[in-house]
Protein backbone atom coordinates (compact mmCIF):
# COMPACT_ATOMS: atom_id res chain seq x y z
CA UNK A 1 0.00 0.00 0.00
CA UNK A 2 1.04 3.46 -0.95
CA UNK A 3 -0.05 6.53 1.25
CA UNK A 4 -0.05 9.50 -0.64
CA UNK A 5 -1.13 12.87 1.31
CA UNK A 6 -1.74 16.50 -0.28
CA UNK A 7 -1.81 18.89 2.41
CA UNK A 8 -4.30 22.08 2.73
CA UNK A 9 -6.92 23.03 4.74
CA UNK A 10 -10.71 22.08 4.07
CA UNK A 11 -13.35 23.51 2.67
CA UNK A 12 -14.32 25.64 -0.15
CA UNK A 13 -12.89 28.53 1.51
CA UNK A 14 -9.53 27.72 1.09
CA UNK A 15 -9.97 25.47 -2.10
CA UNK A 16 -7.23 27.87 -4.30
CA UNK A 17 -5.20 29.26 -1.55
CA UNK A 18 -1.44 28.95 -2.45
CA UNK A 19 -1.35 26.92 0.90
CA UNK A 20 -3.83 24.17 -0.86
CA UNK A 21 -1.72 23.07 -3.28
CA UNK A 22 -1.03 19.58 -2.15
CA UNK A 23 -4.58 19.28 -2.36
CA UNK A 24 -4.58 21.05 -5.77
CA UNK A 25 -1.91 18.75 -7.00
CA UNK A 26 -3.83 15.49 -5.04
CA UNK A 27 -7.07 16.20 -7.07
CA UNK A 28 -5.66 16.42 -10.54
CA UNK A 29 -3.81 13.18 -9.86
CA UNK A 30 -6.95 11.19 -8.55
CA UNK A 31 -9.24 13.16 -12.12
CA UNK A 32 -6.11 11.38 -14.10
CA UNK A 33 -6.21 8.01 -12.98
CA UNK A 34 -10.24 8.03 -11.90
CA UNK A 35 -9.90 7.68 -8.07
CA UNK A 36 -12.90 9.08 -6.24
CA UNK A 37 -13.07 10.98 -3.17
CA UNK A 38 -15.35 7.94 -1.62
CA UNK A 39 -14.37 7.09 1.76
CA UNK A 40 -13.74 9.31 5.35
CA UNK A 41 -11.23 7.99 7.49
CA UNK A 42 -8.55 9.01 10.26
CA UNK A 43 -9.62 12.21 9.56
CA UNK A 44 -9.12 12.47 6.44
CA UNK A 45 -11.23 12.20 3.05
CA UNK A 46 -9.81 9.16 0.96
CA UNK A 47 -9.67 7.37 -2.58
CA UNK A 48 -8.06 4.75 -3.33
CA UNK A 49 -6.97 3.13 -6.67
CA UNK A 50 -4.45 0.93 -8.50
CA UNK A 51 -1.23 2.32 -10.37
CA UNK A 52 1.16 -0.05 -12.59
CA UNK A 53 0.68 -2.88 -9.80
CA UNK A 54 0.53 -0.74 -6.95
CA UNK A 55 -2.54 0.19 -4.50
CA UNK A 56 -2.94 3.32 -3.66
CA UNK A 57 -4.78 4.66 -1.16
CA UNK A 58 -4.63 9.10 -1.36
CA UNK A 59 -5.67 11.03 1.34
CA UNK A 60 -6.69 14.89 1.89
CA UNK A 61 -6.32 15.50 5.68
CA UNK A 62 -9.43 17.22 7.01
CA UNK A 63 -7.57 18.52 10.08
CA UNK A 64 -6.55 21.70 9.04
CA UNK A 65 -2.81 22.44 7.70
CA UNK A 66 -1.02 22.99 11.58
CA UNK A 67 -3.01 19.45 12.93
CA UNK A 68 -2.64 17.23 9.48
CA UNK A 69 0.21 14.73 11.08
CA UNK A 70 -3.16 13.88 13.37
CA UNK A 71 -4.68 12.10 9.96
CA UNK A 72 -1.47 11.26 8.91
CA UNK A 73 -0.16 9.36 11.50
CA UNK A 74 -3.57 7.27 12.27
CA UNK A 75 -3.53 6.41 8.16
CA UNK A 76 -0.32 5.17 8.53
CA UNK A 77 -0.99 2.91 12.15
CA UNK A 78 -3.99 1.92 10.54
CA UNK A 79 -2.50 0.31 7.16
CA UNK A 80 0.89 -0.04 8.70
CA UNK A 81 2.71 1.83 6.10
CA UNK A 82 5.78 2.14 5.57
CA UNK A 83 7.60 5.33 5.69
CA UNK A 84 9.03 4.65 2.46
CA UNK A 85 5.33 4.08 0.91
CA UNK A 86 4.61 7.44 2.64
CA UNK A 87 4.83 10.57 0.04
CA UNK A 88 3.58 14.07 1.32
CA UNK A 89 3.51 16.83 -1.06
CA UNK A 90 3.15 20.41 -0.07
CA UNK A 91 3.89 24.11 -0.98
CA UNK A 92 7.30 25.33 -0.16
CA UNK A 93 7.56 29.71 -0.04
CA UNK A 94 11.28 29.47 -0.22
CA UNK A 95 10.56 27.63 -4.23
CA UNK A 96 10.22 29.85 -7.02
CA UNK A 97 6.65 29.69 -7.94
CA UNK A 98 5.63 25.91 -9.74
CA UNK A 99 9.10 24.76 -8.98
CA UNK A 100 8.94 21.08 -7.76
CA UNK A 101 11.61 19.29 -5.13
CA UNK A 102 11.29 15.82 -4.49
CA UNK A 103 13.13 14.33 -1.85
CA UNK A 104 13.14 12.11 1.59
CA UNK A 105 13.56 12.89 5.02
CA UNK A 106 14.92 16.49 5.90
CA UNK A 107 13.51 19.26 8.16
CA UNK A 108 10.01 21.22 7.95
CA UNK A 109 11.82 24.01 6.69
CA UNK A 110 9.38 25.81 8.98
CA UNK A 111 6.32 24.17 7.10
CA UNK A 112 3.93 23.91 10.26
CA UNK A 113 2.23 21.20 7.95
CA UNK A 114 5.28 19.12 7.96
CA UNK A 115 6.11 19.65 11.64
CA UNK A 116 2.80 18.45 12.57
CA UNK A 117 3.34 14.92 10.47
CA UNK A 118 6.97 15.22 12.05
CA UNK A 119 5.87 15.10 15.24
CA UNK A 120 2.56 12.73 15.07
CA UNK A 121 4.77 10.20 12.92
CA UNK A 122 8.39 10.93 15.05
CA UNK A 123 10.15 10.54 12.03
CA UNK A 124 11.63 12.91 9.18
CA UNK A 125 11.91 9.83 6.80
CA UNK A 126 8.72 9.83 4.72
CA UNK A 127 9.27 11.07 1.07
CA UNK A 128 8.07 14.65 0.26
CA UNK A 129 7.55 16.73 -2.87
CA UNK A 130 7.48 20.49 -2.36
CA UNK A 131 5.58 22.89 -4.59
CA UNK A 132 7.24 26.34 -5.14
CA UNK A 133 5.18 28.99 -4.14
CA UNK A 134 7.90 31.66 -3.79
CA UNK A 135 7.58 34.70 -1.40
CA UNK A 136 6.51 37.97 -2.91
CA UNK A 137 8.73 40.91 -2.67
CA UNK A 138 6.68 44.02 -0.61
CA UNK A 139 7.60 47.79 -1.73
CA UNK A 140 10.89 47.25 0.37
CA UNK A 141 12.33 44.70 -2.07
CA UNK A 142 13.06 42.18 1.20
CA UNK A 143 11.61 38.87 1.38
CA UNK A 144 8.56 38.74 4.08
CA UNK A 145 9.65 38.63 7.63
CA UNK A 146 6.69 39.14 9.82
CA UNK A 147 4.25 35.85 10.46
CA UNK A 148 1.36 37.33 9.63
CA UNK A 149 2.31 38.66 6.20
CA UNK A 150 3.10 35.16 5.15
CA UNK A 151 0.33 33.69 6.81
CA UNK A 152 -1.69 36.00 5.09
CA UNK A 153 -0.13 35.37 1.29
CA UNK A 154 0.07 31.23 2.03
CA UNK A 155 -4.02 31.93 2.52
CA UNK A 156 -4.25 33.76 -0.50
CA UNK A 157 -5.70 32.48 -3.50
CA UNK A 158 -3.41 31.78 -6.46
CA UNK A 159 -4.76 34.70 -9.06
CA UNK A 160 -5.47 33.73 -12.47
CA UNK A 161 -2.58 34.34 -14.14
CA UNK A 162 -0.87 32.60 -11.65
CA UNK A 163 -3.44 29.58 -12.05
CA UNK A 164 -2.64 29.11 -15.77
CA UNK A 165 1.63 29.68 -14.88
CA UNK A 166 1.19 26.79 -12.56
CA UNK A 167 -0.86 24.13 -14.43
CA UNK A 168 2.21 22.66 -15.94
CA UNK A 169 3.42 22.27 -12.78
CA UNK A 170 0.41 20.46 -11.17
CA UNK A 171 0.72 18.46 -14.46
CA UNK A 172 5.02 17.16 -13.27
CA UNK A 173 3.73 15.77 -9.77
CA UNK A 174 1.02 13.91 -11.30
CA UNK A 175 4.05 12.59 -13.32
CA UNK A 176 6.25 12.64 -10.64
CA UNK A 177 3.82 10.22 -8.40
CA UNK A 178 3.65 8.01 -11.20
CA UNK A 179 7.41 7.72 -11.52
CA UNK A 180 8.03 7.06 -7.65
CA UNK A 181 5.65 4.43 -7.47
CA UNK A 182 6.47 2.63 -10.82
CA UNK A 183 10.29 3.58 -10.95
CA UNK A 184 11.42 4.61 -7.58
CA UNK A 185 12.84 7.73 -5.62
CA UNK A 186 16.23 8.07 -7.23
CA UNK A 187 14.46 7.90 -10.64
CA UNK A 188 11.95 10.23 -9.84
CA UNK A 189 14.56 12.96 -8.17
CA UNK A 190 16.78 12.69 -11.23
CA UNK A 191 13.88 13.24 -13.78
CA UNK A 192 11.68 16.09 -11.75
CA UNK A 193 14.38 18.07 -9.17
Known amino acids: MKLIVGLGNPGSRYA ?5 IGFICLNYFAR ?13 RTGTGEIGGNTVLLAKPQTYMNCSG ?28 GKIRIRQGGSSGGHKGIDSVISEMGSRDFIRIRFG ?3 P ?53 NRYN
Open 16 to 20: KNRHN
Open 32 to 44: HYSIRWNKKQAKA
Open 70 to 97: QSVSRLVNKLRVDLNDLIVIHDDLDLSP
Open 133 to 135: IGR
Open 137 to 189: LPGGGSFFTNDDDIIDFVLSDFTSDEQLSIKPSIIRVSEAITCLLNEGLEAAM
